[in-house]
C-alpha cells in the first residue's frame, strides 16, 4: 500500500499541474479549481485499479475531473461554478496567489495579466462542451482523438465544438477588447 | 468545402487532424477564397492567444494536502481481512470456493424441483460398473434415473 502511495504521489507530482491549470480554464477560479482538483485525485486514487494502464493516466486523470465538473455544474448552477462575477479573478485576491513573471516588467505584467483575464472571461462566456474542448485542445495541446475519449464523444463532435467554442471564443474576446479592457 | 460549406473543417486544418486529400482540397480552395484565408487566420489569431494564457501552478499547499490524504488505504486493493494472509491468500481462497461450491452443489442435488443434467454421471456410473469399481446397482435403482439428460430444464431459461 505504501508503494503504491508513493508510485501515486508521483502522479501527483507528474500530472498535477496539468490537471490544475484544466481545472482552472474549466471553473474559472481558484477556489473550484482547487476543489476540483483535489477530488478528481482522490477519485483516481480510490478508482485506481479501474485504470486501464495501457492508456495515459493524464487522459484517463482529466475525464474524472471533467465529469466533477460536470456534475457539479448540473447539481448546482452554472452560476455557482463559473461565476463571471463573483470569482472573477480580478475582482479578488486570486491573481495574487498566482506566480508572478519575476522577469517580466511592470507594465509587460500588467498587460498579461489583462490579456488573461480576458481570455478567461472570453472562455467562462462559453458553452461548457466548447469551453471543455477548446481548453483540452489549445491550452493542454491533446489530439482530437484524447479530447474524444476525455469527454466521451466521437472524432467528429470534436472537431466541432473546438471550432464553434473557437468562433464564440473570438467574439467574446473581441468584445471584452472594444470595452477597453486592454490597454 | 468547394463552396464554404465547413468552416469546422477549417479548425481541424489549422490542428492538422485531417487526412491528407481533405487538406490538399482545403488548401487549394483557401487559394481562391478571401473569405475562409480570413476566418482560417481568425482561428490562427484566437488559438494563438490561448495557448499564450499564462499557465496556473497549483498551489503548494493544495499538493500537500492531497499528498496527505493519499496516506489512507486503497479500498480496492487493501482488504484489513487478506492483511494477515498475504501469501496464502490465493490459495486458501481458492480452497474455500471450491468448498462452497461442492456444498452448493451437493445441497442443489438435495432439492427435489431442481433438475440438474445427469447423463454424464450416469455413463460414469456404468463404466465404474462395468470396471466394478462401485457397488452394482447403486445409482441404477435410485430416483435419479428418471432424471434423463432430455428432461432436464434450465432453471435460469427464459
Given at each position: 500500500?505504501?508503494?503504491?502511495?508513493?508510485?501515486?504521489?508521483?502522479?501527483?507530482?507528474?500530472?498535477?499541474?496539468?490537471?490544475?491549470?484544466?481545472?482552472?480554464?474549466?471553473?474559472?477560479?481558484?477556489?473550484?479549481?482547487?476543489?476540483?482538483?483535489?477530488?478528481?485525485?482522490?477519485?483516481?486514487?480510490?478508482?485506481?485499479?479501474?485504470?486501464?494502464?495501457?492508456?495515459?493516466?493524464?487522459?484517463?486523470?482529466?475525464?474524472?475531473?471533467?465529469?466533477?465538473?460536470?456534475?457539479?455544474?448540473?447539481?448546482?448552477?452554472?452560476?455557482?461554478?463559473?461565476?463571471?462575477?463573483?470569482?472573477?479573478?480580478?475582482?479578488?485576491?486570486?491573481?495574487?496567489?498566482?506566480?508572478?513573471?519575476?522577469?517580466?516588467?511592470?507594465?509587460?505584467?500588467?498587460?498579461?495579466?489583462?490579456?488573461?483575464?480576458?481570455?478567461?472571461?472570453?472562455?467562462?462566456?462559453?458553452?461548457?462542451?466548447?469551453?471543455?474542448?477548446?481548453?483540452?485542445?489549445?491550452?493542454?495541446?491533446?489530439?482530437?482523438?484524447?479530447?474524444?475519449?476525455?469527454?466521451?464523444?466521437?472524432?467528429?463532435?470534436?472537431?466541432?465544438?473546438?471550432?464553434?467554442?473557437?468562433?464564440?471564443?473570438?467574439?467574446?474576446?473581441?468584445?471584452?477588447?472594444?470595452?477597453?479592457?486592454?490597454? | 468545402?468547394?463552396?464554404?460549406?465547413?468552416?469546422?473543417?477549417?479548425?481541424?486544418?489549422l490542428d492538422q487532424e485531417i487526412n491528407i486529400r481533405d487538406q490538399e482540397r482545403i488548401k487549394f480552395h483557401l487559394a481562391s477564397c478571401d473569405s475562409c484565408r480570413s476566418e482560417l487566420e481568425s482561428l490562427r489569431l484566437t488559438k494563438a492567444t490561448l495557448f499564450a494564457a499564462p499557465?496556473?501552478?497549483?498551489?503548494?499547499?493544495?499538493?500537500?494536502?492531497?499528498?496527505?490524504?493519499?496516506?489512507?488505504?486503497?479500498?480496492?486493493?487493501?482488504?484489513?481481512?487478506?492483511?494477515?494472509?498475504?501469501?496464502?491468500?490465493?490459495?486458501?481462497?481458492?480452497?474455500?470456493?471450491?468448498?462452497?461450491?461442492?456444498?452448493?452443489?451437493?445441497?442443489?442435488?438435495?432439492?427435489?424441483?431442481?433438475?440438474?443434467?445427469?447423463?454424464?454421471?450416469?455413463?460414469?456410473?456404468?463404466?465404474?460398473?462395468?470396471?466394478?469399481?462401485?457397488?452394482?446397482?447403486?445409482?441404477?435403482?435410485?430416483?435419479?434415473?428418471?432424471?434423463?439428460?432430455?428432461?432436464?430444464?434450465?432453471?435460469?431459461?427464459?
Open positions: 500500500m505504501k508503494r503504491r502511495s508513493e508510485d501515486f504521489r508521483q502522479l501527483l507530482r507528474l500530472w498535477g499541474e496539468k490537471a490544475y491549470n484544466f481545472a482552472y480554464r474549466l471553473s474559472g477560479n481558484e477556489q473550484d479549481a482547487q476543489d476540483l482538483m483535489q477530488e478528481a485525485f482522490m477519485r483516481a486514487y480510490t478508482h485506481f485499479s479501474s485504470y486501464d494502464r495501457t492508456r495515459p493516466f493524464d487522459s484517463w486523470l482529466l475525464r474524472i475531473l471533467h465529469n466533477i465538473y460536470l456534475d457539479g455544474v448540473r447539481r448546482y448552477s452554472h452560476n455557482h461554478m463559473v461565476s463571471l462575477d463573483i470569482h472573477s479573478p480580478a475582482n479578488g485576491s486570486a491573481w495574487e496567489q498566482v506566480l508572478p513573471d519575476q522577469q517580466a516588467a511592470p507594465g509587460d505584467e500588467i498587460v498579461r495579466r489583462e490579456t488573461d483575464e480576458m481570455v478567461q472571461k472570453a472562455l467562462n462566456s462559453t458553452p461548457v462542451h466548447y469551453r471543455t474542448a477548446v481548453t483540452l485542445r489549445d491550452i493542454e495541446g491533446l489530439s482530437y482523438e484524447e479530447i474524444g475519449k476525455i469527454m466521451g464523444c466521437p472524432v467528429g463532435t470534436v472537431r466541432s465544438r473546438i471550432h464553434q467554442g473557437r468562433v464564440l471564443i473570438r467574439r467574446a474576446y473581441e468584445a471584452l477588447e472594444k470595452e477597453g479592457k486592454i490597454q | 468545402m468547394s463552396a464554404c460549406q465547413d468552416q469546422s473543417l477549417l479548425s481541424a486544418y499557465r496556473r501552478a497549483a498551489p503548494p499547499e493544495l499538493i500537500a494536502r492531497i499528498e496527505g490524504k493519499l496516506s489512507g488505504p486503497f479500498p480496492s486493493y487493501n482488504h484489513s481481512w487478506t492483511g494477515g494472509l498475504p501469501r496464502l491468500g490465493i490459495p486458501v481462497g481458492a480452497l474455500a470456493t471450491a468448498l462452497i461450491a461442492a456444498l452448493w452443489l451437493g445441497l442443489k442435488q438435495k432439492d427435489p424441483d431442481h433438475y440438474l443434467p445427469l447423463e454424464p454421471l450416469m455413463t460414469a456410473h456404468s463404466r465404474y460398473t462395468a470396471e466394478s469399481l462401485v457397488p452394482q446397482g447403486t445409482l441404477a435403482s435410485s430416483d435419479y434415473s428418471l432424471l434423463a439428460y432430455g428432461d432436464y430444464e434450465d432453471p435460469d431459461a427464459d
